[in-house]
């Protein structure tokens, strides 16, 4: 069983043992069209908030398919909370951080615009490139958790502007970790000590040209932790997920 498809359920109902399911839209035309999903086959299907469930296929036509489920299984949300706070890059790095961050578990993505941001989503039209922007990094998101056959699609949250992440550094129960080579602590030591008693860890990660000294600054005033991953700089796509895998393998979670 390789594929999994997601189904949001009219008014959120959960899905049951022995009802019927039907999915529509893009997500049936790709079952379809392209997986050629057919009539009998037995398939995964799940709401992206926790559920996955498995049934047999039993009817299918262009625009849509059903699946009567014979087994399911529902997931807790994970503790803590793990969210990448990435910023915007160049060309497709940070759509690529998004995908690798959803691939290695993380539970929610905020975009932020940094100072040396290149790719900007303010100026003329900055509230149609916002929406435009974080519509595609859900879809992206979305397409990353179904390749992973995970049972919580991640929420792709509006961006934060630096005043609103020194906010939530300030937040009891968050923590806010900044991911850059000014830090003295590694994150593997910081996750040892502190990741299993936190409630929310937001991993901050600058564009191609770090953080500004200002941002730092500011974000360390706030009650932000700076820290490195090791003796290396990473790249922005994948400094994020690489950080969630020391998060994952210090909370038993890999």
Known sequence: MANLYYCDQPGG?????????????????????????????????????????????????????????????VREAAHPELVLVQALAKGDRDERAVEQATEFGVDAIVPWQAARSVSRWDGAGSAEKRAKGVAKWARIAREAAKQSMRAFVPAVEQPLALKELCEAAGSPGTSVLVL??????????????????????????GPEGGFADTELDALEAAGAVILVLGDTVLRTSSAGPAALAVLNSALGRW
Request: hydrophobic content about 40%; proline content about 2%.
């Open 13 to 73: 109902e959960p899905f049951a043992v022995g009802t019927t399911v039907e999915i529509s839209g893009d997500e049936a035309r790709h079952a379809v069209r392209v997986a050629r999903l057919r009539l009998g086959e037995h398939t995964m299907i799940g709401d992206g908030r926790g559920s996955l469930a498995t049934g047999e296929v039993v009817s299918v036509d262009r625009e849509r398919f059903a699946v009567r489920i014979d087994s399911l299984t």
């Open 180 to 205: 850059h080579p000014r830090g003295v602590s590694r994150l593997s030591d910081w996750a040892q000590r502190h990741a299993s008693t936190a409630e929310r860890i937001m991993l901050a990660v």
